[in-house]
């Protein structure tokens, strides 16, 4: 995009092909227009790492070349570094810049007609609106389609591992079915053969111990039809144990989580990072433990979303020294009118329960860090280094 313009904005150059006469430019050497559309070309190259910084330069860039004759091409990637400021650019950018373009096309309209005394003075308006406000609309719609189907994406995730989890209970809840059903149909069968057989033992009597054997022989044929039915059925769900999700939310949802409430909290200047050394012990910890961790940080980020000032919300697991720590801190002065969400109370009280019945420490609340203050959640929860589960 960059070479482009440049490419194309020099042969404008070359041409003589100018945006106004030489009456209307303050400067009149041609050379002066070259130095915006270098400028802008350059801002091309930063409009995704630097979208701020290239539209405050850029905005200069562009009212500087209409102190000279103009160049078109000096323009028009103007107007892709406005769009790329709202696509790229942080939520509150994404918000303000629209509006900012919008009031200085009206403005610009009003004093053009002011000053000029006629309605085709309405046309600088117009020419102001499609180079700052126009992009500006068309990357606000372009962001908010993707937050959209990114959050629906996220949505259809969480669906598509709830029916999962939902058709795996289904299973294990069917094979506990037939497995109960096995027992009570080859029990009797093997309490039958015992019976007979014993009998057949215990009597010297040829009539008595043939009919025994047949006896025996029937309930061993039924017996093991009815087994090998059964096990059928039972082998239908066997070896994908390792792949299917647990019934149980564990530590591997936590991103899931994080990802989630970064995509909620991007409209209210919330950013989300999560970080640690879970999982490096070389085994998954035991099942309440995973559980309590997954819904305490659930919890912390609810929260946060609720409560917490635009700025940073970490999130942090580590595992050592046979513990799971889980830290979740947020920008909180306490200034703030209201929660965002109405919310009952209980979220701390929860969470503070889970931890006592692990047997583990509980911490929430403000602290001051260099004269910032943060909203710090900390959960301490006891593994025992036999209770660790081999990993898959």
Same mark, same amino acid.
């Not at 130095?35 to 979208?51: I, K, Q």
């Not at 700025?311 to 209201?338: H, M, W």
């Given at each position: 995009?960059?070479?482009?313009?440049?490419?194309?904005?020099?042969?404008?150059?070359?041409?003589?092909?100018?945006?106004?006469?030489?009456?209307?430019?303050?400067?009149?050497?041609?050379?002066?227009?070259?130095?915006?559309?270098?400028?802008?070309?350059?801002?091309?190259?930063?409009?995704?790492?630097?979208?701020?910084?290239?539209?405050?330069?850029?905005?200069?860039?562009?009212?500087?070349?209409?102190?000279?004759?103009?160049?078109?091409?000096?323009?028009?990637?103007?107007?892709?570094?406005?769009?790329?400021?709202?696509?790229?650019?942080?939520?509150?950018?994404?918000?303000?810049?629209?509006?900012?373009?919008?009031?200085?096309?009206?403005?610009?309209?009003?004093?053009?007609?002011?000053?000029?005394?006629?309605?085709?003075?309405?046309?600088?308006?117009?020419?102001?609106?499609?180079? *700052?406000?126009?992009?500006?609309?068309?990357?606000?719609?372009?962001?908010?389609?993707?937050?959209?189907?990114?959050?629906?994406?996220?949505?259809?995730?969480?669906?598509?591992?709830?029916?999962?989890?939902?058709?795996?209970?289904?299973?294990?809840?069917?094979?506990?079915?037939?497995?109960?059903?096995?027992?009570?149909?080859?029990?009797?069968?093997?309490?039958?053969?015992?019976?007979?057989?014993?009998?057949?033992?215990?009597?010297?009597?040829?009539?008595?111990?043939?009919?025994?054997?047949?006896?025996?022989?029937?309930?061993?044929?039924?017996?093991?039809?009815?087994?090998?039915?059964?096990?059928?059925?039972?082998?239908?769900?066997?070896?994908?144990?390792?792949?299917?999700?647990?019934?149980?939310?564990?530590?591997?949802?936590?991103?899931?989580?994080?990802?989630?409430?970064?995509? *909620?909290?991007?409209? *209210?200047?919330?950013?989300?990072?999560?970080?640690?050394?879970?999982?490096?012990?070389?085994?998954?910890?035991?099942?309440?433990?995973?559980?309590?961790?997954?819904?305490?940080?659930?919890?912390?980020?609810?929260?946060?979303?609720?409560?917490?000032?635009?700025?940073?919300?970490?999130?942090?697991?580590?595992?050592?020294?046979?513990?799971?720590?889980?830290?979740?801190? *947020?920008?909180?002065?306490?200034?703030?009118?209201?929660?965002?969400?109405?919310?009952?109370?209980?979220?701390?009280?929860?969470?503070?329960?889970?931890?006592?019945?692990?047997?583990?420490?509980?911490?929430?609340?403000?602290?001051?860090?260099?004269?910032?203050?943060?909203?710090?959640?900390?959960?301490?929860?006891?593994?025992?280094?036999?209770?660790?589960?081999?990993?898959?």
């Amino acid at each position: 995009m960059a070479a482009t313009g440049l490419a194309g904005g020099l042969v404008l150059w070359a041409l003589g092909l100018h945006m106004q006469g030489p009456k209307y430019a303050l400067f009149h050497s041609t050379w002066l227009m070259l130095v915006p559309l270098f400028v802008t070309a350059g801002l091309e190259l930063v409009r995704r790492t630097l979208p701020r910084t290239a539209l405050l330069v850029g905005t200069a860039a562009v009212v500087a070349d209409q102190l000279t004759r103009g160049n078109i091409a000096t323009i028009l990637m103007f107007t892709d570094l406005v769009y790329a400021a709202v696509v790229y650019g942080t939520p509150a950018s994404a918000r303000r810049i629209p509006v900012t373009t919008g009031l200085i096309t009206v403005g610009v309209s009003i004093v053009s007609l002011a000053w000029f005394q006629d309605a085709q003075a309405l046309l600088i308006g117009v020419l102001t609106g499609l180079v *700052s406000f126009a992009p500006a609309t068309t990357g606000a719609i372009v962001r908010n389609h993707r937050e959209a189907a990114e959050a629906a994406r996220l949505r259809a995730e969480q669906t598509a591992l709830l029916a999962e989890m939902d058709r795996r209970e289904a299973v294990v809840a069917e094979r506990a079915r037939m497995a109960r059903e096995l027992h009570d149909m080859v029990a009797g069968h093997l309490s039958a053969i015992a019976i007979h057989s014993t009998a057949a033992l215990s009597l010297d009597d040829p009539g008595t111990s043939r009919e025994a054997l047949g006896v025996i022989r029937e309930n061993s044929v039924e017996g093991l039809a009815e087994m090998r039915r059964l096990i059928g059925l039972l082998r239908d769900g066997d070896g994908h144990g390792g792949d299917e999700p647990a019934p149980a939310p564990t530590l591997d949802g936590i991103a899931a989580l994080v990802r989630q409430a970064e995509v *909620s909290g991007a409209a *209210s200047g919330l950013t989300f990072t999560l970080t640690g050394t879970s999982g490096e012990g070389g085994g998954r910890l035991p099942a309440p433990v995973e559980l309590a961790a997954y819904r305490i940080v659930q919890e912390s980020l609810t929260n946060a979303l609720k409560h917490a000032d635009p700025g940073a919300v970490a999130v942090r697991v580590d595992q050592a020294d046979r513990a799971l720590t889980v830290r979740v801190s *947020s920008s909180y002065d306490g200034n703030r009118p209201g929660p965002r969400a109405p919310g009952s109370g209980a979220g701390l009280v929860g969470m503070r329960e889970r931890v006592a019945l692990l047997g583990g420490v509980f911490e929430a609340g403000p602290v001051d860090e260099g004269g910032h203050k943060t909203w710090r959640v900390r959960a301490v929860l006891p593994v025992a280094e036999d209770d660790k589960e081999p990993s898959t």
